[in-house]
């Protein structure tokens, strides 16, 4: 994952300052990945993510914004409105019908979310409290979907005190790897 200012991810890549995933090699341009068009809450925006090639494992990667996640068609703001949403109570018509999306498209999103709740909740509570040692324990909600989801705010709101603001569900795709919603969405170690 990687910032946002495309000339920024330019010259951090081509001054050897981005480190490969896998090795910790350093990461070198390698052309770019087809490019998309990714939905806002209104309109949609054209994205084509840098390639890189690690110098050490040879391995390739996409150099993937924090404002995008892996395999959806939506910007994070807009997944993580739904979440959100389903964290208070809301049907997946209900946020579909909200956000111009299909239902079976908000369902999917909210399926997949549910199946990782928990490891989800462990992970984001872990970094609150790595940020903010002095953070009181979070009181259960009754829902794991919606414990998930106060856990990545608890540890958005740690992390803009430590390290400076950015949006939450930003922040979510960057510790995420982009892989919120993927099979194995985060690493906990």
Known sequence: MVGTDIAEVERELRAGRLCCPGCGGVLRPWGHA???AVRQRVGTVRVRPRRSRCAG???THVLLAELLLSRRADVVAVVGSALTAKACGRGHRRIA???GRAAS????WLRRFAAHAERIRVVFTGLAHAFDPDLPAAEPTGSGFADAVAAI???ARAASLRLGPRPPWRF???VSG?????PAPINPS
């Open 57 to 59: 494992c040879a391995g």
């Open 153 to 155: 705010g608890a540890a």
């Open 178 to 182: 982009g892989r919120l919603l993927g």
């Open 97 to 99: 019908a909200s956000l």
């Open 34 to 36: 087809r490019a998309r």
């Open 105 to 108: 498209t908000v369902r999917g």
């Open 172 to 174: 979510a795709a960057r």
